[in-house]
């Protein structure tokens, strides 16, 4: 009787089981970092992060037990073959300027931390780009994957599918042919998409799509949101966006 007592009492005492609260992991989204050498150059300065904050950004992650992580990674945790790391984070940094050579690959090195590199491959080369063989030593490093960002840095959206596909499969491929890696992800140019947009990215073989629209993915998406840096944050304001 006891025995029973027990098990009805249960039923109603027991805590029932919480739902893991959905990961959302923060992306965050670098362009330049480096000193605006030109300070009435307003759009450059949004684009900005000085050196000295970026460091004291990654300072920050690293005292207080972030995992920066690729997408790869990310999606490994989405499909449950990944185990989910401490306090994981995505840096990610746009267009493939050449500071991300000289400014923030020797402070990843330092701190030994993972990032994503969205780089147009028909920019590659030029005026303040990185080049292919800065960016194969990068990528033999193992600590930064180059994904895509079309060719020629295109407002996708206004393309016609064809073109779009273009663009899409040919940035992947010369990114593939020269890392000798898989390139899994694109970040839209101007962080502009559409249904139209995401089909062809999907059709292109990759697995996600990364906009600039303000917030941290629950799952995989072709249209996944990121956190962009400003240069004007305080660390307090930085932390408080992670
Ligand atoms: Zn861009």
Known sequence: MRFFLTIILSLFFLPTPVQAAALRVPILTYHYIANNPNPKDIQRDALSVSPDKFEA????LSQNGYTPITLDTLYGIYNKQTSV???PVVLTFDDGYIDFYTNVFPVLRRFNFHAVSFIPTGLIGGGYY???SQIKEIA?????TFEGHTVNHVNL???SYTAALKQLVDSKNIIQANTGYPVNFVAYPYG???GTVQAAARQAGYAGGLGIW?????GPSMNMPRIKVSGFWSIKDFASRL
């Open 192 to 194: 502009s998409s559409n």
């Open 85 to 87: 790391p401490a306090k």
């Open 57 to 60: 950004q990654m300072s920050y």
């Open 140 to 144: 033999s490093s193992g600590l930064v």
């Open 157 to 159: 959206p206004s393309l």
């Open 214 to 218: 303000y917030g941290k993915p629950g």
């Open 130 to 132: 990185m080049n292919w």
